[in-house]
């Protein structure tokens, strides 16, 4: 039987449990407490940007770094070897891509597109220690389905004023100055088109597809905990309310993962609830939504088709070129021009995942480099075979999450931070030393005093 680091760290019970704590660690108090902060702002400044030279820096990124900078500081995290070589490989192979694109003179490289990457994924090369770790995960994860419970409820409200006659507008740009928040988002999108009624992003997130998947996240973690049923109610309804198939997607994903790990008994558990609520939706008006929205990829204008079927179509297509491209790319950030020069031209929102982004922009060798670090992030040493799946569903299929540091944040902060494998447990391990009791040392002789 062949055992693996994630296998062997698999808990037998799909409930993460609460870690058994003797005493309280005020140092633990600390770390939990930068994590919740980190999370809020992950959660609910989304849509926040710094202006960078006529460009934006979604404000996440540096909240991020000056997060794990006075966490270093206190020592509350470490670097993490295997993910910091990983890493380095991940990043040469992708400068050496990069180089072959500036050589050649390509124009739609951008050196600003390479620096971003190394600084988007430079918080993933640390983690806490293993101890720490262990003890905060399900404490990390409990702050989470509070934070989702809260975004659930928002977008509720959201769309249930909507209902009652509220006409829909965008409140966040009302209140905050254009250059400050993230422009290219599909934020204010009408359930059908030319319905009055909009979709719920609860206000705060950047698309209501990113307010379902982060609803879906918390209704996983949510079972994972064995939470209250009141939360998933709450969830069902905030995920409906975003009209968003991704979400969906993803929580399909976690139940099937869930049944492999749980078994029968829960894969029969979640069918009927599934059954339940489709048949419950069956009879309302939005059957016929959600039913156009299944097949709706059908449609070279449609949501589905421009995030899930015409990138990788594209880069298909862009492989028809000469073998230099294929294995080196066109340059950072072709494929942003790509999908801007396309909306020019169509009005229509190309979203490039992470794996035809990667072909495109640093060719064959890039990708295969990256991909390897992708598993040292999210896989390796996981804590939950089940988060790992969702996370590299969410950040590697549903999201353009490659220089998305709202992906990459959530994916560090409910799973890589947490990985902990054999050789994090050697580098943490600390040195003794051995101490002689000075009852059984003998004095030495003059003559034997070194010089």
Known sequence: MVTTTLTTRIPRSWVIPTAEVTAEDPRNARILKTLTILLCANIFLQRFAIPVAGAQLQLILPITIVGVIVMMSHGDIQVNVGRVRAYLLAMTACCAAALVSFLRE?????????????????????????????????RVLDRFVTLTTILAGIAIFQFAI??????????????????????????SYPV????????????????????SQFLAFGLVVCVLRSGSWWRYVLYVLALLSTVSGTGVVLLAVALVLLSVHKGA??????????????????????????????????SNNSSGSLRFVQPYTRTWDALDKDPVTVLFGSGPGFADRDAIEFFLRTSLPLNYALLPKLVLEYGVIGTVAFLAFVLSMFVRGSPSFVLSGSVIV?????????????????????????????????????????????AFAAPLAPAQHSV
């Open 265 to 298: 008994r829960f894969a029969t558990t979640a069918f009927v609830g599934v059954a339940i609520v489709v048949t419950i939706l069956s009879f309302t008006p939005a059957a016929s939504i959600f039913a156009e929205r299944a097949t709706e990829t059908s």
């Open 192 to 211: 059908q088109y030319g319905s009055s009624l909009y979709k719920s992003n609860a206000f705060i997130c950047l698309e209501p597809s990113f307010c």
């Open 394 to 438: 969410f950040y590697s299929v549903l999201s353009g999450g490659l220089l998305s540091p709202v992906v990459t944040t959530l994916g560090m902060l409910l799973v890589s931070w947490f990985t902990t494998t054999p050789e994090d447990e050697r580098w943490n391990r600390p040195r003794v030393t051995a101490q002689i009791d000075p």
């Open 162 to 187: 909507q209902l009652v006659g509220w006409q829909y507008t965008d409140v966040l740009k009302q209140v905050v100055p254009d250059n400050f928040r993230m422009h290219g988002f599909n934020t």
């Open 106 to 138: 390509l124009d739609d490289s951008a050196i600003t597109s390479l620096i971003l990457l190394f600084a988007t994924y430079v918080p993933l090369c640390f983690g806490l220690a293993p101890s720490d770790a262990k003890s905060i995960f399900p």
